[in-house]
């Protein structure tokens, strides 16, 4: 029986949703270059630009719904852990969309931050925040209008690592949902879990840059191949290939 589960998904899991992947064809990252909205810098040159970019990726998610690998993953934190009592799932996001949530997951650790939050730098205080926001925005707590979207951008350090680290060096088992394994710290994940012991399983479309680091590799569309993995994991406690 596997008792400590570690889940990181990507942009993979939520492509099936409608949300396209990160600099993609389709989808307003391609009509931005990423100095200029996912970096500090960036930000500073232009904070209008900016909170107009992440306003608009806000709206954009609204009407997307969790597809059945959100789903699996909720039902593997519900049942599983319910089955097997004293066994933990613990799932960590490179996403910044809300569909972990909306399929009612728990405790889902964004690394990368979330769209559906804002971040004050006067107070330091981070809430939910739903509406558009801009440069005259004020924050509820200190009313300074020092507000950023609290999202995580290239040259910062990822959010909760310290937990996602803890987690990863009592895991006994690994998965890794549809991502690309090339974007540090999370394409050293693997190789951790492993250091440790854990038994680790890649789903992707194809095999990715990093998968010869896993011991199985599951491929296709997840919302095909993770809800019957979960099934058979929910039911036996393992997982054999």
């Known amino acids: 029986m596997f008792k400590n589960i570690v889940v990181l998904t990507g942009a993979g899991i939520s492509a099936e949703s409608g949300i396209p992947v990160f600099r993609s064809e389709t989808g307003l990252w391609e009509q931005e270059k990423v100095e200029d909205v996912a970096t500090y810098d960036g930000y500073m040159r232009d904070k209008t630009k900016v909170h107009e970019f992440y306003n608009k990726m806000r709206r954009s998610i609204k009407t997307k719904e969790p597809n059945p690998a959100h789903l699996a993953l909720t039902r593997l934190q519900q049942e599983y852990t319910k089955k097997y009592p004293g066994s933990s799932v613990t799932i960590v996001t490179q996403n910044i969309d809300d569909l972990h949530e909306k399929a009612k997951s728990e405790n889902v650790i964004h690394m990368h931050g979330e769209l559906n939050s804002i971040w004050c730098e006067h107070c330091d ?16 707590l200190c009313g300074s209008k020092k507000l950023r979207p609290d999202i995580v951008w290239f040259g910062e350090m990822p959010y909760r690592m310290g937990e996602i680290e803890s987690a990863l060096f009592k895991c006994d088992l690994f998965m890794a949902i549809g991502t690309s394994g090339v974007v540090y710290p999370a394409a050293g994940f693997c190789q951790l879990a492993r250091s440790v012991g854990a038994t680790c399983v890649e789903f992707n479309l194809e095999k990715s840059a990093v998968g010869s680091s896993f011991t199985y590799g599951i491929y296709g569309k997840a919302s095909q191949t993770l809800p019957e993995f979960v099934d058979k994991l929910i039911e036996t406690g393992e997982y054999k290939n």
Not at 125 to 140: G, P
């Open 125 to 140: 205080a981070r809430y939910r925040f739903l509406e558009d926001s801009s440069t005259e925005t004020k924050c509820n």
